[in-house]
């Protein structure tokens, strides 16, 4: 018997701002300093967040973690979304601006 699988819920940059309780502009420079997961790109111009990786972060500081800590800890989930559960790589959206 295999493990059923997982549902990841995806939040858009407003979702994601919202939830991290920042304004839109203040996460994205955070996506870009490494203090944030960068979006998964779904499309040319459809990005979108996994909302258990920005709880992660949000987990992360309220246990007092440093900026230094938090890089590591986006480094992580990157990692861990590299390859996904069937086995196809899945890449960040690291590059480009705020759609």
């Known amino acids: 018997m295999t493990a059923p699988e997982q549902f990841v819920t995806l939040i858009d940059q407003q979702a994601a701002a919202l939830r991290y ?5 203040k996460f994205y420079t955070d996506v870009h300093r490494g ?3 960068a979006p998964l790109r779904m499309g040319p111009k459809f ?3 996994p909302a258990c990786e920005v ?6 500081r309220l246990a007092g973690a440093d900026d230094a800590t938090v890089r590591e800890l986006v480094q992580v ?5 590299a390859v ?3 086995g196809t790589s899945i890449t960040p959206a690291l590059q480009g601006s705020p759609e």
Do not use: E, N, Y
């Not at 309780?21 to 502009?25: A, K, L, V």
């Not at 709880?55 to 992360?60: C, F, G, N, P, S």
């Not at 989930?77 to 979304?81: D, I, Q, S, V």
């Open 21 to 25: 309780g920042c304004c839109t502009s």
């Open 35 to 37: 203090l944030m997961p």
């Open 47 to 49: 990005m979108r967040w």
């Open 55 to 60: 709880d992660a972060v949000i987990r992360a």
């Open 77 to 81: 989930l990157h990692a861990a979304r």
């Open 84 to 86: 996904g559960s069937k």
